[in-house]
């Protein structure tokens, strides 16, 4: 069994800072893209940012060059760093990981999710 988790949510003024964390555990044979996603009230559930396998990142265009995705394989663990918060960012924040638990099976699994809230 395969469990995503994140932490790092919180409320934050305009303009400033957080760092979300989403650590994979269980029965991991393998990680290939890791991500994040996001979903604000009233609205569908959108895609922010990826870490690939082969280490290349890609950005949501309404999160480049403020938000930045990083990955500790080692400890099976991807951040995003989150600066210059708009309240627009406000929304609860996903963990996504494609894993593999076995030579033949591979998946995606998501997070709980972790909010945040972005006062102006």
């Known amino acids: 069994q395969v469990q995503l988790v994140e932490s790092g949510g919180d409320l934050v003024q305009a303009g400033g800072s957080l760092r979300l964390s989403c650590t994979a555990s269980g029965s991991i044979r393998s990680i290939n893209a890791m991500g994040w996603y996001r979903q604000a009230p009233g609205k569908q559930r959108e895609w922010v940012a990826t870490f690939t396998s082969d280490s290349s990142t890609n950005y949501a265009d309404s999160v480049k060059g403020r938000f930045t995705i990083s990955r500790e394989n080692a400890k099976n663990t991807m951040y995003l760093q989150m600066n210059s918060l708009k309240p627009e960012d406000t929304a609860v924040y996903y963990c996504?990981?494609?894993?593999?638990?076995?030579?033949?099976?591979?998946?995606?699994?998501w997070g709980q999710g972790t909010q945040v809230t972005v006062s102006s």
């Open positions: 996504n990981a494609r894993i593999k638990t076995s030579i033949w099976a591979a998946r995606d699994y």
